[in-house]
């Protein structure tokens, strides 16, 4: 069965910190740019990064650069939103999907054929 699985959301104080890691089963993410987005309640749905195929290009929107780190293992077959400094306006719920690749315009990210989705983990920030 193909699939991404996301996990590692929860509730965390702001300042904090989450892992996010986003698993493929079903086949490999070796041949697809991965994104993160983000959904709150209420609010559309926000890209937040995106990694090329490699790993060498990464891809912010504007209200998370310089907190978030996207990474990606190639060999685990598993991508990461490494989050820090967390703020209230951080909480959703994150999804991760494959895309064949990404670009930046302006402050945000570009998805350009969009494959999977996972079917989300939540992040709450919350003191």
């Known amino acids: 069965q193909v699939q991404l699985v996301e996990s590692g959301g929860g509730l965390v104080q702001p300042g904090g910190s989450l892992r996010l890691s986003c698993e493929a089963s079903g086949f490999t993410l070796d041949y697809y740019a991965i994104g993160w987005f983000r959904q709150a309640p209420g609010k559309e749905r926000e890209g937040v990064s995106c990694?090329?195929?490699?790993?060498?290009?990464?891809y912010y929107a504007d209200s998370v650069k310089g907190r978030f780190t996207i990474s990606r293992d190639n060999a685990k077959n598993t991508v990461y939103l490494q989050m820090n400094s967390l703020k209230l306006e951080d909480t959703a719920v994150y999804y991760c999907a494959t895309h064949e690749f990404c670009t930046i315009v302006g402050g945000g990210v570009n998805f350009y054929g969009t494959h999977s989705w996972g079917k989300g983990t939540l992040v709450t920030v919350s003191s």
């Open positions: 990694i090329s195929t490699k790993g060498d290009s990464t």
